[in-house]
């Protein structure tokens, strides 16, 4: 006769395993131990089989029964239930793997082997966390362009429009990837195209009157404060590299007798090691660094930590008590001061000016021209850069001769 909730919890273990059926092949055995597994027994292929449904009471004798009519529906149509079960198991491990954050952390795991620089990752990881909440652990191939406005709504919400930006084209970096491994059939972040509200594009505050600058200069030589974050100020004068190359920069890669540092293809943004001259004032600000800093890794370690660089703010917040505001000067803002004063002279190859920028060129044939044509000019670029700084920061004018 069918099993009763009653009769199972009154039944007692015995010296082996004891077997109450309920019908139609569903069993529950009870284990010495008092342990109860349900089974579903039944034959397939001439061959006597059980299919393990679960364990009393966490599955009740209504879902025992439910999972044996599934079973025996399976054998109508000719299929083993414990084959089915296995095939179902592992469409749920595959399926757990091509969730939007296992997708996302695979990503990031292939831009690190193809050397991408810290930076670049790391604002990766960070876009990719805001998403992860809301459509982290859905199969990438079921999200839904609507689950994606959802997660850029919630940035945009905060008034955070250019985050929300580069979160679209970040989340869509994930379904491409999934798209060229075969878990995805179609990017849902291109429908979304005009959807948020565009930010409005501030470039980034630069210093460019020569008698300005002048001023600018006086100040970050007369800074009080860390004489680290001082010298990190007057390298990005002199030598105008991105911040985050120069606050990330280990002793090991300069040269101070050749006049050379090299910084290496994981730091810089296109993915290319970089040979910056130093002119002799660089050079000397360096040595004085190096007496301060040069027993550890990092040319510019932080004050807590010496096996940590400077924080991304450093720079701008030492800008902010010079008395500049973030709409009058910032570090990469001395990258525009330098650009522009540079091309002002018409003293210097437009190309070795961006080449000194370190600014991408798309013509490859160019690229390898500019690659191998100007480090001599670059050179003598950068010493009269330099002369140019030192003359201004003193209020005289510098001679202008190549």
Do not use: C
């Not at 296992?102 to 990881?125: I, S, W, Y």
């Not at 293809?265 to 002119?279: D, G, I, N, S």
């Not at 000194?356 to 670059?378: K, M, V």
Request: no cysteine; charged share 30%; glycine share 8%.
């Amino acid at each position: 006769m069918p099993l009763t909730d009653t009769a199972i919890r009154k039944a007692k273990p015995g010296a082996g395993i004891v077997k109450l059926s309920d019908g139609g092949g569903l069993q529950l055995h009870i284990q010495p131990n008092g342990a109860r597994y349900w089974r579903f027994a039944y034959r397939y292929d001439g061959k006597q089989k059980k299919l393990a449904l679960g364990v009393y009471p966490e599955v009740t004798l209504a879902e025992a029964r439910k999972g044996r009519d599934a079973a025996k529906a399976l054998l109508r149509e000719g299929k083993d239930p414990i084959i089915e079960k296995r095939i179902e198991k592992a469409a749920r491990a595959i399926a757990s793997g091509n969730t939007f954050s296992a997708v996302a952390d695979e990503l990031l795991a292939k831009m690190t082997r193809e050397g991408r620089a810290e930076a670049t990752l790391g604002k990766t990881r960070w876009l990719f966390d805001f998403a992860r909440p809301l459509i982290g652990e859905r199969p990438i191939a079921e999200i839904s362009a609507a689950e994606v406005l959802a997660v850029l709504r919630k940035v945009e919400a905060r008034g955070r429009l250019e985050t929300a930006r580069r979160l679209r084209s970040t989340i869509g970096s994930a379904f491409r990837y999934a798209i060229a491994t075969a878990r995805a059939e179609n990017d849902p972040t291109f429908a979304l195209r005009g959807a948020l509200t565009a930010p409005t594009v501030k470039p980034r505050a630069a210093v460019t009157d020569p008698e300005k600058v002048g001023a600018l200069l006086r100040s970050v030589w007369g800074y009080d404060g860390q004489p680290t974050t001082k010298a990190a100020l007057q390298l990005m004068a002199f030598l105008f590299p991105r911040p985050g190359e120069l606050r990330l920069a280990e002793w090991s890669e300069f040269d101070l007798e050749a006049g050379v540092w090299l910084i290496p293809a994981q730091r810089m943004k296109m993915r290319r090691p970089h040979k910056v001259p130093l002119a002799p004032q660089a050079a000397a600000i360096l040595r004085q660094l190096r007496e301060i800093t040069g027993h550890g890794k990092l040319a510019f370690p932080s004050v807590r930590s010496l096996q940590r660089p400077i924080s991304d703010n450093t720079l701008n917040a030492a800008l902010r008590r010079l008395g500049y505001s973030q709409d009058e000067a910032t570090a990469h803002g001395f990258r525009a001061t330098a650009s522009s004063l540079l091309n002002e002279s018409g003293l210097w190859h437009a190309d070795a000016i961006e080449r000194q920028l370190a600014h991408e060129d798309g013509d490859s044939i160019r690229r390898a021209y500019a690659r191998a044509e100007f480090w001599e000019e670059r050179v003598r670029m950068m010493q009269w850069w330099a002369d140019k700084l030192d003359a201004l920061r003193e209020g005289g004018k510098v001679l202008e001769t190549r």
